[in-house]
Every structure is written in C-alpha cells, then in structure tokens.
C-alpha cells in the first residue's frame, strides 16, 4: 500500500477559519484590556476639539447673576461645565468644582441642562456654588451644539473662544492635577490673536 | 389558540415610535420630513436606537430640534450636517459612503464574490475527468492486484 502516491492535495485552505479565529480574538482581546485601562467603549470620540465653540445665549438662573452668553467668554479661557440637579454623577464631582473655583486657576461657567430654575439654586444652595455665570438649558439647545451625550461634560475654552479639550464624564483629581490644569494654564499664556 | 393570537400579534408589531403627540407638527407634511430625518440620526446616549424610537431624553431634545430646524426652513441634509458637526459620523445611523467605510459597503459583497469563487472552484474539480493514471501508479496498481489475489488464492 504504502508505495501507492498520496493524491496532492492542497492544505493550506483549511488554515483559513484558524486564521480568522485569531485575528478576531485579537481584536476582542484588544477591546477587553482597553476597557481594563479605563477606555470607555461607549464613549463617542468628540468631533468638535479645535473647533469655535457655538453661539448661545442663556437665561441665568432666577436671581443669581447675568445670562451665559458665548460672547461674553471670549478673551479668557474657560471652564464650561454641563450639569443639572438630577445628575447623580455631578454630585459625585462637584467638590472638585469646588475646590477648582477656590484655587482660582480658572473660571468655571455653568449650563443647568434640562433642569427646572429652582431645581438647580436649591441643588447649589445644598451643595456650594462653583460657577461664575450659570445659564439654563431646558431644551438641550446649548447642549447639542456642544455634543453633550450625558451629564457631566466639561470643556476648556480657549481665549479666541475655540473648544480646546472636552472632558466626557467627572472631572477626577488625576484628570485635573495631569491634564486639564496643565491645559489651562498653557491656554493662559497664549496671546489673545483677535 | 390563545398562542396562534401571540404569534399572530407579534408579526404584526413594528419597531415602537418615541414621539408624543405634543412634539409633532401641525403641518403633516412638515411632520413627516421630521420623522424621515429622525429615523436617519442615531440616539447618542441609546447609540442602538434612532431618536424617532428613543425614550431618552437627549433623543426628545434633539427631536425637538429637528423640529424646530424644519420649521424654520432647513433642508433635510442641513439638518443632517448639523448634527454631524456635533456628533461625528457617529450619530448618522446609516453610514456615510467614503474611505473609511468602504469596507463596511463592499465587504459583504467581497466575501460573497470569493465564496463564489472558490465553490465554482471545487465543482468544477469535482465533476473533471480522473486523469490518467502514470506509468508509476499503473505498476504500483498491479503490484497490488497481484498481492491481493495471490492472498486470496
């Protein structure tokens, strides 16, 4: 039997589904060590870095202050901050907001999103008050014009009123002492160009 | 019966619609380039859902927008442009056709052209003629006629 020729066949073929076995556990194997590290999967890469922050005009709060208005924040770098009364996670990061406005490094502008007026003066009287100007959102037209998907958001402005960074969720201590204050305080010193 | 009524019922269920009879517009013709845009925008915070199925309420929001953008005399593509300059492509749910996603676009049809391919292939083996057998394999074949009828003798 044995000096009978084996027919030629071609193997290597079926080596093609092993193949797709390993690209595609690479790939899942991939995604699992970046949610590990702290990469959200379900967060939408922003669009608007580098981009004019959009015009907006809002109401302040009953009693507390001037309207927000995008015009305003031009000539200085900013801080905005999307939040409202019924946002857990901003409670969990206001006393970093606190502790930023008393620092002094930035100003931080407030946007009450899709929040009732006294819903959000009772919220700050419990809570403190960081923000310079707050301007109410009701109807999330602020909020789309700067992508806002969940509250809290944060954006740095910069002097020419162009959007430099966007924080997607709480603004942490290693976040802010590693990112965002550095970022802040290289923006400060960029001259005003217009 | 009681489950022929639930199978019945479940065909004839469509995907269930988010917009509340206060959103709509009065104009119907208006009212329905919202929901044809709406159906094209992707809820950002549901990200599986459009906005015209949403219950979230950035999805009411930015409803209302479209809405709101109509009215105010804006074509459909300004609408969908604008909320592609907040979003990203991301918030379009149908993708758009350009370098990144043409594999999306012709994948499918790639794959099926080389499936094809290759059965064509391996009928076209199947039903050939076997070749004729060399002058080796006829010998190493006697060889073994011989064994086996010698074994059987």
């Known amino acids: 039997m044995s000096d009978i020729p084996a027919p030629k066949v071609n193997r290597w073929p079926y080596l093609i589904p092993l193949a797709v076995v390993l690209v595609l556990a690479g790939l899942f194997g991939k995604r699992l060590l970046d949610v590990e590290q702290g990469k959200d999967p379900s967060l939408i890469p922003t669009v608007l870095e580098n981009t004019p922050m959009p015009a907006f005009d809002l109401t302040p709060l009953p009693g507390r202050g001037d309207a927000l208005r995008s015009e305003d924040l031009k000539g200085q770098v900013t801080l905005v901050n999307f939040w409202g009364s019924w946002c857990v996670a901003c409670v969990a990061e206001h006393p970093m907001l606190l502790e930023i406005a008393r620092s002094g490094v930035v100003k931080i502008q407030g946007v009450a999103w899709r929040d009732e007026p006294d819903a959000s003066l009772a919220w700050l009287a419990r809570h403190g008050d960081p923000f310079d100007k707050v301007g109410q959102d009701p109807r999330s037209h602020a909020a789309i014009g700067f992508g806002v998907v969940a509250a809290p958001e944060s954006f740095v402005i910069d002097k020419q009123g162009v959007i430099r960074y966007k924080e997607p969720g709480i603004i942490t201590r290693e976040k802010w002492q590693a990112t965002i204050k550095p970022l802040i305080e290289r923006l400060k010193s960029e001259p005003l160009t217009k | 019966?009681?489950?022929?009524?639930?199978?019945?019922?479940?065909?004839?269920?469509?995907?269930?619609?988010?917009?509340?009879?206060?959103?709509?517009?009065?104009?119907?013709?208006?009212?329905?380039?919202?929901?044809?845009?709406?159906?094209?925008?992707r809820c950002v915070q549901c990200q599986n859902e459009t906005i015209d199925e949403s219950n979230a309420e950035i999805a009411r929001d930015m409803r209302l927008l479209v809405r709101e953008r109509i009215t105010a005399g804006d074509s459909n593509d300004a609408i969908m442009a604008y909320m592609t300059s907040r979003y990203g492509d991301y918030v379009r749910l149908q993708p758009r056709f350009m370098p990144v996603t043409y594999l999306l676009w012709f994948g499918p049809a790639v794959?099926?052209?080389?499936?094809?391919?290759?059965?064509?292939?391996?009928?076209?083996?199947?039903?050939?003629?076997?070749?004729?057998?060399?002058?080796?394999?006829?010998?190493?074949?006697?060889a073994a006629d011989d064994r086996q009828e010698g074994g059987r003798a």
């Open chain 2, 1 to 41: 019966m009681k489950w022929s009524t639930i199978f019945l019922a479940s065909l004839l269920a469509t995907a269930a619609v988010a917009v509340e009879p206060s959103e709509m517009l009065k104009d119907p013709a208006l009212e329905a380039r919202a929901r044809e845009v709406s159906k094209h925008l």
């Open chain 2, 111 to 142: 794959v099926l052209l080389l499936g094809a391919w290759a059965a064509s292939r391996r009928m076209g083996r199947r039903y050939k003629e076997p070749s004729a057998l060399s002058a080796e394999e006829q010998s190493a074949l006697a």
